[in-house]
């Protein structure tokens, strides 16, 4: 019997021929993301997903399929599956990491300098024409914050963490680490996560989203932050209270933030965040290169061909 697959986007990369040669696939052609409803409608008789991490995999949609095998999402994260339900009835999840570590240690590291240098806040203002005479180079224009020879704290010394460090490294950066099971790694000083926040004049955070770092930078941590500090999030929303964060930022306990993911993505434009200079925002641009999203795709690519093939997906998730 040929297996059915939902794909909930058209997929870039070199091996989705390679899907539909080997089962009957169909895509979801949008427009715009996957509803739930949508979803359950598309997935219902189907035996493989393929899937964004916009797409809630709960235990009540995964109730609802009888029929499905395998589940291969094209992410790195996948805090958007419940995958204690996969697991229960042994549904195998694929996804994707390794390819996208440099593309999003970059990204963090890009949020990292425009926070540091004010780059969008100077950007606006030259385009809002207010670069004049009156109001033009001075010993203090602009002035920022400097990145060489600052202190580090990475918070999850994971690929994309360790990634981060290296490129800090290049900018003569002390580099303090902190890894829920503590880790060594070379060139980079493993603290507890109290000092770390205390001493470091940046943070960027590479953990993943699970239940233990839900909130992990709540309001205690970040009023344990070193003044003046920088705080980069280049890994999930959940992770950090943005509430607790704008109110740092606007107290001026954190002198500034480099935010690519939010708790709702995407985020409310009423999000406090949005509403200062301070903060450099993006709209979860991590891995987005060309040549990494292609590579993501055809590693969940290659994750579903395992599964339909009945072997261990190359990078499963799940034991
Ligand atoms: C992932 O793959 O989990 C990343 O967040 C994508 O940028």
Request: proline share 5%.
């Amino acid at each position: 019997m040929t297996k059915r697959v939902l794909v909930t986007h058209q997929l870039p990369g070199e091996r989705f021929h390679d899907l539909c040669a080997h089962c009957d696939v169909n895509v979801w052609m949008g427009p715009g993301l996957l509803s739930a409803e949508a979803l359950r409608e598309e997935l219902a008789g189907c035996h493989g997903l393929l899937c964004l991490l916009t797409d809630r995999i709960t235990a009540e949609l995964l109730a609802q399929m009888p029929d499905l095998e395998f589940v291969s999402s094209m992410s790195v994260g996948v805090d958007h599956v419940d995958t204690a339900a996969l697991s229960a009835r042994n549904i195998p999840l694929g996804h994707t990491p390794g390819v996208l570590v440099d593309t999003t240690a970059d990204t963090a590291f890009a949020l990292m300098m425009a926070a540091s240098r004010r780059v969008v806040e100077a950007d606006h203002f030259v385009r809002q024409g207010n670069w004049t005479p009156e109001n033009a180079w001075a010993p203090d224009f602009f002035t920022g914050k400097d990145v060489s020879g600052a202190t580090l704290g990475i918070v999850g010394m994971g690929a994309i963490g360790q990634a981060m460090a290296r490129r800090a490294q290049g900018f003569g950066m002390r580099v303090l680490g902190w890894n829920r099971s503590p880790r060594d790694v070379a060139g980079i000083d493993s603290v507890d996560l109290d000092k770390l926040l205390a001493e470091s004049d940046f943070v960027s955070i590479h953990v993943a989203l699970a239940d233990e770092t839900r909130m992990l930078i709540n309001a205690d941590k970040i009023a344990l932050m070193k003044p003046g500090s920088v705080l980069v999030n280049s890994a999930r929303g959940g992770i950090v209270d943005e509430d607790a964060l704008a109110q740092a930022l606007l107290s001026g306990h954190l002198y500034a933030a480099g935010i690519d993911v939010f708790e709702r993505e995407p985020v409310p434009t009423d999000n406090p965040l949005l509403t200062l200079p301070n903060v450099v925002v993006a709209p979860h641009i991590g891995s987005a290169t060309v040549n990494t999203r292609a590579r993501m795709a055809d590693l969940a690519v290659e994750n579903a061909l395992a599964a339909l093939a009945g072997e261990r997906m190359p990078h499963c998730f799940n034991p």
